[in-house]
């Protein structure tokens, strides 16, 4: 996953806390890479690693549509602050559905429940 084509253009953008956070709490939790379908985007699935979110179309064999790339953590001394982070696009009509995805992701990511495994 850490090998993406080329973009068609790359924005800067802002991670709500809420959904990043949670985010890295599925990864922690539960496996790393993780693929989440989104509910209100048929054929639209998200795969979260470490490095980037990838948003492919599962209808056309994974093609990349966007991802979200590049997370500004490092030295992060709050948790409740927007993650600055680049936003790729690979398709030419990715850019309608970008905000949109990302609120489906949130709520899919709230829809996954976590069980803290005790060893």
């Not at 064999?61 to 927007?82: G, I, M, T, Y």
């Amino acid at each position: 996953m850490n090998m993406l084509p080329k973009p068609l253009r790359i924005f800067p953008k802002k991670i709500e806390a809420a959904c990043y956070n949670r985010a890295r709490l599925v990864l922690l939790r539960l496996e790393n890479p993780l693929r989440v379908t989104l509910q209100k985007h048929r054929g639209l699935d998200v795969i979260l690693s470490n490095v980037n979110w990838l948003c492919v179309d599962s209808f056309a064999e994974d093609q990349p549509v966007l991802a979200w790339c590049d997370f500004k953590v490092h030295a992060r001394s709050n948790l409740h602050q927007p993650i600055a982070t680049d936003l790729w696009l690979f398709h030419s009509c990715s850019g309608l559905i970008m905000g949109s995805a990302l609120d489906d992701l949130h709520q899919s990511l709230n829809e996954i429940e976590i069980h803290n495994i005790e060893a």
